[in-house]
């Protein structure tokens, strides 16, 4: 184990600690890698711009579509607006394959009462105003939530 200063390709010098024997020039290898790479710091500070913009685009068309602002800490409401738009485009896919069906054929009685159930589900989903709900429901995907709502 031996600690290599390497200066990135970004220009940054960072100490790196690298494992491993060098009896065939494996932690050479390693640093030569390393000085092709950014920094740490830079890769962190390029991944926050690349959210911090998909973010951003994200909360303009959640406004753009008339949803509620949403509450919550600046850093749950920027990343909620991401989690949000997602569902919702399921959301609408989903509710637009409903529709076409109800356009190709009358729906039976069952199928009417699950119909508004879904309606009023995507009414209460779509108006949902807290950030840390939208955080907590990132993993379940929208089908599973109809599903729940029509039983």
Same mark, same amino acid.
């Given at each position: 184990m031996a ?6 390709a970004?220009?940054?010098i960072?100490?790196h600690q ?5 009896s ?6 390693k ?7 950014i920094?740490d710091?830079?890769?962190k ?9 998909e ?5 303009k068309?959640n406004a753009e579509a008339?949803?509620p602002?949403l ?9 909620a607006e ?5 569902k ?7 509710? /637009?394959?409903?529709? @076409?069906? %109800?356009?190709k054929?009358a729906l ?6 699950q =119909?508004?159930? +879904?309606? /009023?589900f995507?009414? @209460?989903? %779509?108006?949902?105003?807290s950030?840390?709900k939208?955080?907590?429901?990132r =993993?379940?995907? +929208?089908e599973?939530?109809l ?5």
């Amino acid at each position: 184990m031996a600690k290599y200063s390497v200066k990135h390709a970004c220009g940054h010098i960072q100490v790196h600690q690298i494992f491993g024997t060098n009896s065939h020039g494996e932690r050479d290898s390693k640093v030569a890698w390393l000085e092709t790479c950014i920094c740490d710091e830079c890769y962190k500070a390029n991944q926050k711009a690349k959210y911090d913009a998909e973010n951003e685009k994200n909360a303009k068309a959640n406004a753009e579509a008339h949803l509620p602002t949403l509450t919550g800490t600046p850093k749950q409401i920027a990343w909620a607006e991401t989690i949000r738009a997602e569902k919702i485009k399921k959301l609408n896919e989903i509710l /637009a394959s409903i529709e @076409a069906l %109800k356009a190709k054929r009358a729906l039976s009685e069952i199928e009417v009462e699950q =119909d508004k159930k +879904v309606q /009023a589900f995507a009414s @209460a989903y %779509k108006n949902e105003d807290s950030a840390a709900k939208w955080i907590d429901l990132r =993993d379940r995907s +929208v089908e599973s939530l109809l599903n729940e709502c029509i039983k």
